[in-house]
């Protein structure tokens, strides 16, 4: 016999392969199964398929003698472990009649009213179902498999660390939703146990950072072609403002005059977010001259050709993603996004030596004392078009925004 009998390699790792009888292939749904032997070395392989292809055979076995009739299980095309027959205990007696996954998940997806939450949980499961490779009845995802699940797709996934603990968190509250409601035995939760540091990838996420002013250069460089994008990202250079804050301007929010244009931030996060910059820089002024129409409604997008994206629908959502994919092209690295302009506009003004108040006046920060949070109505526009005209950059970031906008 062969030493790769029954032995397939994917990659340069080694997996089991067995063919399914023609009549369980219905109810298994494939012709084969495969199962991860986690080792690359022929030989070894050759050591761990024999139990491994007991355990696959004994689970045939019960599929053909009934065992697992009342599971409906639908094997994965790839899946990692396979799930051992579940008994038929006495708890599972009380279970209510098989329902799969899917419809399960979208009950729960339901039960919170939060639009957020409901789309992470949508996104959780999604994830999950491709891994397992179509709608599987709750009973059949083991503690192996949930362990497999963890270890090959969620610390490996890109995902921030606190966004894979959010993503195994809901899948234990998922299970727990199913526990009591009688879908699953009460107790058996396989998501339950984990510990996911913030080093479990064995990456670190970079600090983000301002840029520097050759980044600048090779930023505002290239052709981006996705709609309002290189006005955003002129915007955000010379006014410090935000991605959102820049991309929901309407028409109104726009007025010049004695050559400066004064721009209304109305949307922020913050309280002190909102409002009025002036702006004076030849640049940015060009910008918005040719964007602002004084006939028409006030309340019309200045960028009129973007669009909503997102769980919550933001203008800014797609003009992010544009703006990931440009700077990625530029050779620029994750450390800096589309914040680090406003990092970058604060780090100029700073240098500049525009005085701390001025500086969050303009770029919408808090000020901690009761005498500016209480007391003080705010800056003048008078002090913002100080700000305002003391607002540059050396002469190959000057020239390289000049040249960028005029593509």
Same mark, same amino acid.
């Given at each position: 016999?062969?030493? &790769?009998?029954? =032995?397939?390699?994917?990659?340069?790792?080694?997996?089991? #392969?067995? @063919?399914? /009888? !023609?009549?369980?292939?219905? $109810?298994?749904?494939?012709?084969?199964? &495969?199962?991860? =032997?986690?080792?690359?070395?022929?030989?070894?392989?050759? #050591?761990? @398929?024999? /139990? !491994?292809?007991?355990?696959? $055979?004994?689970?045939?076995?019960?599929?053909?003698?009934?065992?697992?009739?009342?599971?409906?299980?639908?094997?994965?095309?790839?899946?990692?472990?396979?799930?051992?027959?579940?008994?038929?205990?006495?708890?599972?007696?009380?279970?209510?009649?098989?329902?799969?996954?899917?419809?399960?998940?979208?009950?729960?997806?339901?039960?919170?009213?939060?639009?957020?939450?409901?789309?992470?949980?949508?996104?959780?499961?999604?994830?999950?179902?491709?891994?397992?490779?179509?709608?599987?009845?709750?009973?059949?995802?083991?503690?192996?498999?949930?362990?497999?699940?963890?270890?090959?797709?969620?610390?490996?996934?890109?995902?921030?660390?606190?966004?894979?603990?959010?993503?195994?968190?809901?899948?234990?509250?998922?299970?727990?939703?199913?526990?009591?409601?009688?879908?699953?035995?009460?107790?058996?939760?396989?998501?339950?146990?984990?510990?996911?540091?913030?080093?479990?990838?064995?990456?670190?996420?970079?600090?983000?950072?301002?840029?520097?002013?050759?980044?600048?250069?090779?930023?505002?460089?290239?052709?981006?072609?996705?709609?309002?994008?290189?006005?955003?990202?002129?915007?955000?250079?010379?006014?410090?403002?935000?991605?959102?804050?820049?991309?929901?301007?309407?028409?109104?929010?726009?007025?010049?005059?004695?050559?400066?244009?004064?721009?209304?931030?109305?949307?922020?996060?913050?309280?002190?977010?909102?409002?009025?910059?002036?702006?004076?820089?030849?640049?940015?002024?060009?910008?918005?001259?040719?964007?602002?129409?004084?006939?028409?409604?006030?309340?019309?997008?200045?960028?009129?050709?973007?669009?909503?994206?997102?769980?919550?629908?933001?203008?800014?959502?797609?003009?992010?993603?544009?703006?990931?994919?440009?700077?990625?092209?530029?050779?620029?690295?994750?450390?800096?996004?589309?914040?680090?302009?406003?990092?970058?506009?604060?780090?100029?003004?700073?240098?500049?030596?525009?005085?701390?108040?001025?500086?969050?006046?303009?770029?919408?920060?808090?000020?901690?004392?009761?005498?500016?949070?209480?007391?003080?109505?705010?800056?003048?526009?008078?002090?913002?078009?100080?700000?305002?005209?003391?607002?540059?950059?050396?002469?190959?970031?000057?020239?390289?925004?000049?040249?960028?906008?005029?593509?």
């Amino acid at each position: 016999m062969s030493k &790769r009998h029954y =032995l397939q390699q994917l990659g340069q790792s080694w997996y089991i #392969r067995i @063919k399914v /009888p !023609a009549a369980l292939r219905g $109810r298994v749904g494939n012709t084969h199964i &495969r199962r991860a =032997l986690h080792t690359r070395d022929l030989d070894e392989a050759n #050591r761990r @398929k024999w /139990p !491994a292809l007991a355990q696959v $055979r004994a689970y045939l076995d019960s599929l053909e003698s009934g065992t697992l009739a009342s599971l409906s299980l639908h094997m994965p095309s790839e899946i990692r472990e396979v799930p051992a027959p579940v008994p038929q205990t006495a708890a599972h007696f009380d279970l209510r009649p098989t329902t799969g996954l899917d419809a399960l998940s979208e009950d729960w997806t339901v039960t919170s009213p939060v639009k957020t939450v409901q789309f992470q949980r949508k996104q959780t499961y999604k994830e999950l179902r491709s891994y397992l490779g179509g709608d599987f009845n709750p009973n059949s995802v083991t503690a192996a498999l949930a362990a497999a699940y963890v270890d090959e797709r969620l610390l490996k996934s890109p995902d921030s660390p606190s966004t894979r603990r959010r993503k195994l968190s809901a899948l234990s509250a998922f299970w727990e939703w199913m526990a009591l409601r009688c879908y699953t035995p009460k107790g058996m939760n396989p998501w339950r146990g984990f510990r996911l540091g913030n080093n479990e990838s064995g990456r670190t996420k970079p600090k983000k950072r301002p840029y520097t002013m050759p980044e600048l250069v090779a930023l505002f460089s290239g052709n981006p072609t996705y709609p309002a994008l290189r006005e955003v990202m002129v915007l955000g250079l010379y006014t410090g403002a935000r991605i959102d804050e820049i991309c929901s301007l309407a028409q109104g929010d726009i007025r010049f005059e004695g050559g400066i244009a004064y721009m209304q931030i109305v949307k922020s996060k913050t309280n002190a977010g909102a409002r009025t910059l002036a702006i004076a820089h030849p640049i940015p002024l060009a910008v918005l001259k040719k964007r602002h129409r004084r006939k028409g409604p006030a309340t019309a997008q200045l960028f009129h050709e973007l669009k909503g994206g997102g769980y919550d629908k933001k203008l800014s959502w797609h003009v992010g993603q544009a703006f990931r994919y440009h700077r990625n092209g530029r050779g620029l690295t994750g450390a800096t996004d589309f914040h680090s302009l406003r990092r970058t506009f604060i780090t100029r003004l700073e240098n500049l030596g525009i005085d701390q108040v001025h500086i969050a006046r303009y770029v919408g920060h808090s000020l901690p004392t009761l005498a500016f949070q209480v007391y003080s109505g705010g800056a003048t526009e008078a002090t913002q078009a100080a700000t305002g005209r003391a607002v540059g950059y050396p002469h190959e970031v000057e020239k390289a925004a000049a040249s960028f906008i005029k593509q």
